[in-house]
């Protein structure tokens, strides 16, 4: 059931003692990123702000993720499982989520990390990130500033590159030129608000179709 402020009283928050399990999970890569507990109180503030709000049982009183260090997590949707006692937020961080510092709060890494195709979204993000800092020497910066012709340029010459690989080169050449038009297309895709997300949503309603 995708949980709305119309709906919350289809919610079971008595069998938790007013409380629900929150999991997050990444809304590009699918990757899991924390555990934590709403009250009826912090869903709805959740619902409201966009961004993840929790319960602290330890503390007894709400806390919005990234409240002091600025990694927020923007909430796309919050969706509850079969039994109306669990929450599956679906969200997009603003940066680590972990407060050691790293990208989820399970440890090593590689233990969550199904597909290398998750770190798409995690180079979107590196991507957004770069597009919206002040640092000058970024080569991402500096393209898209050049202007859009020029990234379209790029992409346009990498995808040359692609071709051409796929042809006279062999299969690490393809890999190595596929990854770099990828990485401009991700740019280009960026720079104009969208991203591969949107991609694949074309994608689905051509297949649907």
């Known amino acids: 059931m995708k949980v709305s402020s119309q709906n919350l009283d289809q919610l079971d928050f008595a069998k938790g003692e007013g409380l629900l399990t929150a999991v997050v999970q990444h809304a590009s890569s699918g990757e899991v990123l924390m555990v934590g507990w709403m009250n009826r109180e912090a869903l709805e503030e959740t619902l409201q702000r966009g961004r993840a709000v929790f ?19 923007q909430v796309v949707e919050v969706h509850a499982d079969c039994d109306r006692d669990t929450l599956l937020v679906l969200a997009k961080p603003a940066g680590p989520v972990c407060h050691e510092g790293t990208r989820h709060c399970f440890g090593d890494d590689a233990l969550l990390e199904a597909s290398p195709l998750h770190f798409l979204a995690q180079l979107e993000q590196v991507v957004s990130h770069r597009l919206s800092g002040s640092d000058s020497s970024s080569y991402t910066r500096r393209l898209v500033e050049a202007g859009p012709a020029r990234v379209a340029q790029k992409v346009g010459e990498e995808g040359v590159e692609v071709a051409l690989a ?5 299969a690490d050449k393809l890999v190595g030129e596929s990854a770099d038009l990828l990485y401009h297309l991700i740019v280009l895709l960026r720079s104009k608000g969208l991203g591969l997300e949107d991609v694949a949503r074309e994608l689905e309603r051509r297949h649907k179709s």
Not at 57 to 73: A, D, F, I, P, V
């Open 55 to 73: 319960w602290s049982r330890s503390r007894r009183c709400l806390w919005e993720k990234g409240e002091t260090s600025g990694h927020l997590l």
């Open 166 to 170: 796929a042809v006279t080169a062999d």
